[in-house]
C-alpha cells in the first residue's frame, strides 16, 4: 500500500528517492516524504499530493547528503495531512523511519511511550516504531540491539527503514517485502525492486523476520535474534523501458494497448513449469481458485471454464472470504491462487491458511519474485511486465491466457487455445477504441451502468463494472443476465444504461430476451457484441470467434476503454484513482 524506500551510497540520496518514489508512487499516493542525513544531521521535507507535486514544492530532490530515506503513503491510520506523512522523526531528528504495514499494538505502544514521555507529532500507527527506536537505541546505545527490541514490540504486518543520524541505515521484513538492492556505488532498501532497477538488477529479498543493517559500505543481515542469516543475491529480468509511458497520455491506455503483446507473452510458458503446475493440478481432488477483484474475476472464469472444457469442478472463493470458507479443505485439496502483484494481503492470507492444512499451493502471479511466488509448490508466471495504473488490465487478460492454456492441455486440447487467432481478435478490438471514446462521451453524465451477462460473460460484466467503478467514479453493477427478473429489473426505466455482453454463443437466446425485457421499460440497450440487433441502441462490435470461451478476452477490453474514456471526459487521473492502491498489502 505504501512504498518504502532507504539508499546510501556514494551519490546524492535525495534526487535517487525522489526518483525512486515516482517508480513506485502506483503502490499509495496521497502523500510523500524523504529525510537525509547531511554531515551527521537530519533534513525531513514531507506533505501531501503525488510525488511531483510535492517535490515541486518543498524541492524535495535537493536535499544534502548521500544517505536517506522515502515514502509514499496510502492512509490506513490517520487521515491525510502533512504530519502524518513519512518519514516520522524521533529522539530529536536522531532516527526517522518510513513504514508499509499496519503496527495491530500501537494503540498500547503509543499510550506506553506518552506515558515514559515521549510526544507523538501524528497519528498514525507508524511513529511508535520511531520512537521505540529511540528507546532502545538510549538504552542500549547499538542499533542492532535497538532494531531487534523494537521488532519484538511490534504486532501486524509489516516492512520498515530507519535512519539514523550516524549514517545507518536499518531495514525489516516481517509479512511485508522488502527487497536490498545492490549496486555498484551503494545500496538500497526498497519495498519493490521498481525502487532501484534503474541503479541494479542484483537484488537480496529479505525473509519474513529479517532485519538488515547498512554501513560501513557493508550490508549484514539477520534474525530477530540477532543470528546472522544468509540470503543470496538474485537478479531481476525485467526491463525497465517498461516502466515509461512513452508516447501515452497515461499508463493505463498503454498497458490496454499493450495486451496484444502480454497475451503473448502469457502464453509462452516455460513447459517444465507447466509440467509441474498440471501434475499437483491433476492430482488435486478438489480445487480452489482463490484471488481479489480483478483476480478473482479471474477465478470465476477459471471456473467456468474449468468445468465446461475439463469436465474439472472448481470453486472460486474471494479471498477476504477465504477465511469463512476454507477453514476445513481435505489434504488432497489444491488452491489456486492469482494475483497480479503477489502481495495483496487476502490472497497471502488465503495461502497460508491452506498450507497450515498441508495443501499444496498453486499461483498464477505477475510479480514472479513476490511473496506469493515464493510461498508456491508451483507458479505460472503472466509475464505482463509492470503493471503501473492501478486498473487490472493486461493482468486480466493475461490470466485468462493461463487458464485456457490449463483448461486446453486438462482437456487435450479440445479447447484449441489458437494463439494467432486470439491476437488478431485483440487487435481489432483494440483497433476499435474511437468508437469506445464517443459512446464514453455520451454516457460520461450517467450516474449508473449496468451491465449484464450469463456465463463466462457474467465474471466480466463484473470486471467491467470495477473498471468503471474505480476508473470513472459511476456507479456500475454487474447483474447474471438470469437474475434480472429476480430483482434488478425493477430498476429498468427510462435514462438507465444497460450494456448486454452478448455474443452468439450459447448464451444469446436468453441473453437478447432480456435486452428486450429491459428495452420494454424504456432503458437504454448497449449491445456488446460480435452481431448487431435492432434492440440495441448502442452497438459494440466484437469479432465472432470459434470457441465461446474465449469472448471474455474480447469483452472487457472495450469495457477498459470505456472506464478509461470516461475517467478522462471526467478529468480524473486514470493511473490514480482516488482511494486506491495499486497492491492492497493490508486486510
Ligand atoms: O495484485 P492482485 O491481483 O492480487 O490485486 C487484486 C486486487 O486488489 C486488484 O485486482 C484490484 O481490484 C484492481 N485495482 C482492479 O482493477
Not at 488490465?393 to 494467432?420: H, N, P, V
Amino acid at each position: 500500500m505504501c512504498s518504502i524506500i532507504g539508499y546510501k551510497g556514494k551519490n546524492f540520496a535525495a534526487p535517487i528517492l525522489v526518483n525512486s518514489l515516482k517508480r513506485m508512487e502506483y503502490r499509495g499516493y496521497d502523500s510523500v516524504g524523504v529525510a537525509t542525513i547531511d554531515e551527521g544531521k537530519m533534513l525531513v521535507r514531507k506533505g501531501t499530493g503525488k510525488v511531483a507535486e510535492v517535490n515541486k514544492k518543498l524541492d524535495m530532490s535537493h536535499m544534502l547528503g548521500n544517505i536517506g530515506i522515502g515514502h509514499t503513503r496510502w492512509a490506513t491510520h490517520g487521515g491525510v495531512t502533512d504530519k502524518n506523512a513519512h518519514p516520522h522523526a524521533a529522539g530529536d531528528n536522531k532516527i526517522a523511519v518510513v513504514h508499509n504495514g499496519i503496527i495491530e499494538n500501537y494503540k498500547e505502544l503509543k499510550s506506553e511511550l506518552i506515558k515514559t514521555g515521549y510526544i507523538f507529532a501524528s497519528e498514525t500507527d507508524s511513529e511508535v516504531i520511531a520512537h521505540l527506536l529511540n528507546l532502545y537505541f538510549n538504552e542500549t546505545k547499538n542499533i542492532k540491539q535497538a532494531l531487534m527490541k523494537t521488532c519484538k514490540r511490534l504486532q501486524g504486518a509489516y516492512a520498515f527503514v530507519a535512519v539514523f543520524d550516524d549514517g545507518t541505515i536499518g531495514g525489516v521484513r516481517y509479512e511485508e517485502p522488502l527487497i536490498v538492492g545492490v549496486a555498484k556505488d551503494g545500496y538500497f532498501v526498497s519495498s519493490d525492486v521498481l525502487g532501484f532497477l534503474e541503479h541494479t538488477d542484483k537484488a537480496i529479498f529479505l525473509d519474513n523476520g529479517d532485519i538488515t543493517i547498512v554501513n560501513d559500505d557493508k550490508i549484514q543481515i539477520f534474525d530477530f535474534n540477532g543470528k546472522p542469516v544468509d540470503r543470496p543475491i538474485t537478479q531481476v529480468a525485467w526491463e525497465l523501458g517498461d516502466i515509461d509511458k512513452g508516447k501515452y497520455a497515461h499508463h493505463t491506455l498503454k498497458e490496454i494497448d499493450e495486451q496484444k503483446l502480454s497475451i503473448v507473452k502469457a502464453y509462452n510458458q516455460e513447459e517444465a513449469r507447466m509440467k509441474k503446475f498440471l501434475r499437483i493440478l491433476r492430482a488435486a481432488k478438489n480445487v480452489y481458485i482463490v484471488g481479489s477483484g480483478t483476480s478473482y474475476h479471474s477465478a470465476l472464469v477459471a471456473k467456468h471454464v474449468f468445468g465446461m472444457y475439463a469436465k474439472m469442478r472448481v470453486e472460486a472463493v474471494m479471498s477476504s472470504e477465504s477465511k469463512y470458507v476454507l477453514s476445513f479443505l481435505d489434504e488432497d485439496s489444491v488452491v489456486i491462487a492469482i494475483s497480479q502483484s503477489g502481495e495483496t494481503a487476502d490472497v497471502l492470507d488465503s495461502v497460508r491458511l491452506a498450507k497450515s492444512q498441508g495443501v499444496k499451493v498453486l499461483s498464477i502471479v505477475n510479480v514472479t519474485t513476490s511473496s506469493l511466488a515464493r510461498m508456491s509448490d508451483a507458479f505460472l508466471g503472466t509475464n505482463s511486465g509492470p503493471e503501473i495504473g492501478v486498473a487490472a488490465t493486461k493482468s486480466f487478460t493475461a490470466q485468462l491466457i493461463i487458464i485456457y492454456a490449463l483448461a486446453d492441455r486438462l482437456c487435450r486440447g479440445k479447447l484449441g487455445l489458437d494463439k494467432e487467432k486470439l491476437i488478431h481478435a485483440v487487435d481489432s478490438v483494440l483497433s476499435n477504441k474511437s468508437t469506445i471514446e464517443k459512446l464514453a462521451q455520451e454516457l460520461k453524465n450517467n450516474k449508473d451502468l449496468y451491465l449484464l451477462g450469463r456465463s463466462l460473460h457474467y465474471p466480466i460484466a463484473l470486471e467491467g463494472a470495477l473498471k468503471v467503478k474505480e476508473l470513472a467514479y459511476v456507479h456500475a453493477e454487474g447483474i447474471a443476465a438470469g437474475e434480472l427478473k429476480h430483482g434488478p429489473l425493477a430498476l429498468m426505466e427510462k435514462n438507465t444504461i444497460v450494456m448486454i455482453l452478448n455474443p452468439h454463443d450459447t448464451t444469446f437466446n436468453d441473453t437478447i430476451s432480456n435486452a428486450h425485457e429491459i428495452k420494454a421499460r424504456g432503458a437504454t440497450v448497449v449491445g456488446l457484441s460480435d452481431q448487431k440487433e435492432d434492440v440495441y441502441d448502442y452497438w459494440i462490435p466484437i469479432p465472432a470467434l470459434s470457441e465461446e470461451a474465449f469472448y471474455p478476452i474480447v469483452e472487457v477490453i472495450p469495457l477498459q476503454f470505456l472506464a478509461y474514456y470516461l475517467a478522462v471526459g471526467k478529468n480524473i487521473d486514470p493511473d490514480y484513482p482516488r482511494n486506491l492502491a495499486k497492491s492492497v498489502t493490508v486486510r
